[in-house]
């Protein structure tokens, strides 16, 4: 398996613009998560999925924010409108089912909203 | 939720000498602690786990030690070597509250470590 696969690797964006980044999980992996990593508040957990469900989006900064996750091997993580305080490393991690296993980051998508 | 607190946020060691991160974390009912490192650019990756059964777990040239009742954890490297130089997160999951899967992460440790 290729690992986790995000696209893309890097966006910029004028403010006010709407956002989509994508994630392939790892196949056969149950959980899908969504990170945002910045220098100020490190990597924050905005919302995972469990066989493509949501359960828990308390992450999820502002209503700006959303995610899908369709079926199994993909799923989006769109802002709308974005605004400059978005700007961040966003990172799509899976897992296998348990509350111990390890979770697989992708490479992470390099967001800059201009 | 659970809080994860981490020290120190930087650290410079000589190669070859030892390094020692900390956490700590807030949730008794998390059972499941994770280190992970990131080296500049990359995406972070797993590097030892511990679970709340085991007290301490070594793989070469890494260990973790876990104290449940003082809620803390701890990654320890000896012998150090350059390529160990990168951002050390470590984090914890498991908790009460109902996201079990939720994994809270410290706010990482820069290491470097100086040839």
């Known amino acids: 398996d290729a690992g986790v696969i995000q696209s893309p690797r890097h966006e910029v964006t004028e403010m006010g613009q709407e956002v989509t980044l994508r994630c392939k999980p790892i196949s056969g992996h149950d959980y899908l998560f969504w990170y945002r990593q910045t220098m100020m508040r490190g990597l924050e957990l905005l919302i995972y999925?469990?066989?493509?469900?949501?359960?828990?989006d308390s992450g999820m900064p502002e209503d700006r924010f959303s995610a899908k996750m369709p079926n199994a091997s993909f799923s989006t993580l769109k802002i709308q409108p974005s605004e400059p305080r978005d700007s961040a490393v966003y990172f799509c991690?899976?897992?296998?089912?348990?509350?111990?296993?390890?979770?697989?980051f992708g490479q992470g998508t390099r967001l800059t909203v201009v | 939720g659970e809080n994860v607190e981490q020290h120190p946020s930087t650290l410079s060691v000589q190669e070859g000498d030892s390094a020692v991160i900390k956490c700590t974390y807030s949730d008794s009912a998390s059972n499941y602690f994770p280190w992970y490192k990131q080296e500049l650019g990359k995406r972070p990756q797993l590097i030892i786990d511990?679970?709340?059964?085991?007290g301490e777990k070594k793989d070469q040239r890494i260990a973790v030690t876990l104290n449940k009742t003082a809620k803390h954890f701890s990654l320890h490297i000896t012998e150090t070597q350059p390529e160990d130089s990168a951002v050390y997160f470590c984090a914890a999951s498991g908790g009460s509250g109902g996201s079990n899967y939720k994994l809270t992460f410290g706010k990482g440790t820069l290491l470097t470590v100086n040839p």
């Open positions: 511990i679970r709340s059964n085991v």
């Open positions: 991690a899976s897992s296998l089912w348990g509350e111990d296993t390890e979770a697989f």
């Open positions: 999925f469990n066989n493509n469900v949501p359960i828990d």
